[in-house]
């Protein structure tokens, strides 16, 4: 594989394979449950539904193990907890695979390039205003499919441009066409996850 093949690839089981040593599981969790939310209206049950958001908590570090084993519990024990994660994965697999594409070159930056080196300076300009922009982006969704608001995106590009940020790659990412979901490449960049 090479950037091109990467920036045009419409069937994600190249780029999965290419991709299966790197980022870690914080990444692969979102990308499964991104996955999941873009077929939500076919999960079909409340359990897996509440799968995927928990799955979404633990990846970010809001829950413990503990809690996931609570609602192992609570759903009928752990073989419901597997079923539920299997029919969710089995379903995302039949899902878009030009979206599921577009949301591996989001959470994942080109393997091509760089990572990109942000100066201290841009992401604490005007009291943090970048690094805050960034986090309210990562938080801020349109449930249930997870995308994350583009006009948050794009004033976070602007406040980069006027802190002095030049890298087109960055801010070509933020202005794109989206979506984007949680686990962007550039809001953990700027927020401390990358």
């Excluded at 994965?89 to 577009?102: F, K, L, M, W």
């Excluded at 080196?117 to 690094?131: F, K, P």
């Excluded at 590009?157 to 933020?174: K, V, Y």
């Excluded at 989206?178 to 809001?187: D, E, I, Q, Y």
Aim: net charge neutral.
């Amino acid at each position: 594989m090479d950037e091109a093949t990467w920036l045009a690839c419409t069937d994600p089981g190249p780029m999965l394979k290419y991709l299966r040593w790197q980022g870690d599981s914080r990444k692969w969790r979102l990308f499964a449950c991104a996955c999941c939310r873009q077929v939500w209206d076919r999960l079909a049950d409340d359990r897996l539904c509440r799968a995927v958001d928990l799955g979404e908590q633990y990846a970010e570090g809001l829950i413990s193990v503990q809690e996931i084993s609570g609602f192992r519990a609570s759903g009928g024990g752990t073989s419901a907890w597997v079923a539920a994660k299997r029919r969710a994965r089995s379903v995302a697999q039949v899902g878009d695979r030009e979206v599921q594409c577009h949301l591996l070159r989001c959470l994942f930056r080109s393997p091509f390039r760089p990572v990109p080196v942000m100066d201290r300076a841009v992401l604490t300009w005007e009291a943090d205003t970048v690094i805050n922009l960034a986090r309210l982006a990562h938080d801020d969704r349109t449930l249930p499919l997870g995308h994350l608001d583009p006009v948050r995106l794009a004033v976070l590009a602007d406040a980069l441009e006027e802190a002095g940020c030049t890298e087109a790659a960055i801010l070509d990412h933020l202005r794109g066409p989206g979506p984007h979901w949680r686990g962007c490449h550039v809001l953990d960049l700027l927020t401390g996850r990358a």
